[in-house]
């Protein structure tokens, strides 16, 4: 991923990362393409409540990106851009927030888990990951062309192509029911781990352990399995719809050949 020359976000308190220095990065082109290729991020917020000490947490849909740019790469500035229903607490309280100079302050969270790290003992073992946090202020999207552009690349993140082969555009309840937050990243610093597991000296000069226990890594990554058709297709076999098995396919080998190539990094 990104090098040291690289578009970043500065480091500050708030986002240099302390333990295990060397795994940060704080380039635009790691952080962006590890949310890009999260399906899941988790946004994290303050709730109005003064009686309620404790942070929110959702898991939600979203992607970097940039609507005045939209062929940006993950190299350059981007907004992080959520999706949600409009009646959600998050999305009321992004709608609150436009008139502020700021916005809504919040933290978003992405991993990916590449694999387990088995060690000579229990204290050494670990997880290869990519990990980004994330902090930003969110207003929602009132411009209508953004937003619709908005749950364009939302959809086609999940499936790549899959908004073409839909109903659309949305329709007039659609539009009024969804809600897109755009936030404008303040800080942002990713974490990964790779390679074999990392085992005291002293252990690997115990034969006698070393020869009863295995090392190694397991490979892990999202696998999709046979598309099964929902009892109202009318559509036809999958095999017709390549968007689909492409996906598929393309999407499995890059996650096996990504979690492969992590445990001996």
Do not use: C
């Amino acid at each position: 991923m990104g090098d040291v020359d690289s578009p970043s976000y500065p480091k500050t308190p708030r986002n240099t990362v302390n333990r295990y220095k060397p795994r940060a990065k704080y380039d635009y082109e790691t952080i962006h393409t590890i949310i890009n290729t999260a399906p899941i991020l988790h946004v994290s917020f303050a709730t109005p409540d003064p009686s309620d000490p404790f942070p929110a947490l959702l898991p939600m849909l979203g992607f970097m990106g940039s609507y005045s740019s939209p062929d940006a790469t993950p190299s350059e500035s981007l907004d992080l851009y959520l999706h949600g229903y409009v009646s959600s607490r998050l999305m009321r309280m992004g709608k609150t927030a436009t008139g502020e100079e700021e916005g809504m302050p919040m933290t978003i969270a992405a991993t990916h888990f590449d694999g387990v790290v088995l060690a000579l003992t229990p204290n050494n073992h670990s997880y290869n990951y990519r990990s980004v946090i994330m902090q930003g202020y969110a207003k929602v999207v009132e411009d209508v062309d953004e937003k619709l552009w908005a749950m364009e690349r939302t959809t086609n993140s999940v499936v790549e192509g899959r908004w073409e082969h839909t109903r659309v555009p949305p329709n007039k309840t659609e539009m009024t029911t969804t809600q897109i937050l755009r936030v404008t990243p303040i800080s942002a610093s990713a974490k990964i781990r790779s390679g074999p597991p990392h085992d005291d000296r002293h252990d690997l000069k115990d034969e006698k352990l070393r020869e009863k226990t295995w090392i190694g890594v397991l490979p892990a990554s999202i696998q999709y399995g046979a598309p099964i058709a929902s009892p109202d297709n009318r559509a036809g076999d999958v095999k017709s719809h390549e968007h689909i098995t492409s996906f598929v396919k393309e999407k499995n080998k890059i996650g096996e050949e990504k979690s492969v190539a992590a445990a001996s990094e």
